[in-house]
């Protein structure tokens, strides 16, 4: 079970129901905020908690683009295409922690246990992400 506060998930509701009430078009977060009546950081917290509540429901997964602004989609190949944009964006700042942190770290302190482990462990996370964000099984 997920914690949630109970104000988040009110907030999830009310976005639940103004993403409905536009399906399939889509929510920008400014509309989002003048729908609901809720601020910015409420729409945000609103929104991570609608992202487990519709786990836990099945319900279709929340995206967001940037031609649609949020929205429920339940389009297999619109999914997949997401998801390989999310994970190329983790991989940049995956990999712009380990050149713009990590490798100072190791030149600074190159006995270091940790950098090294850390290295070790981001590097392989690094190659993970790269064939999962260009993989296209098919």
């Avoid at 997401?82 to 994970?87: A, F, G, S």
């Avoid at 922690?97 to 462990?121: C, D, E, N, R």
């Avoid at 690094?126 to 260009?134: G, R």
Wanted: aromatic share 8%; proline share 5%; with cysteine.
């Amino acid at each position: 079970m997920r914690k949630r506060s109970p104000a988040a998930e009110r907030h999830a509701d009310l976005i639940r129901v103004a993403l409905f009430e536009v399906a399939p078009a889509g929510m920008t977060l400014a509309r989002l905020m003048a729908a609901c009546e809720l601020s910015r950081w409420q729409i945000r917290s609103g929104i991570a908690a609608l992202r487990d509540v519709s786990a836990d429901h099945g319900w279709p997964p929340l995206i967001w683009t940037r031609e649609m602004g949020y929205r429920f989609c339940g389009s297999e190949e619109e999914l997949e295409e997401w998801e390989r944009i999310w994970l190329s964006e983790k991989l940049t700042q995956f990999r712009r922690m380990i050149t713009g942190t990590l490798t100072p770290h190791l030149a600074l302190f190159p006995k270091s246990v940790w950098a090294t482990y850390l290295s070790a462990q981001l590097k392989a996370v690094e190659s993970n992400l790269e064939m999962a964000a260009l993989a296209r099984p098919r």
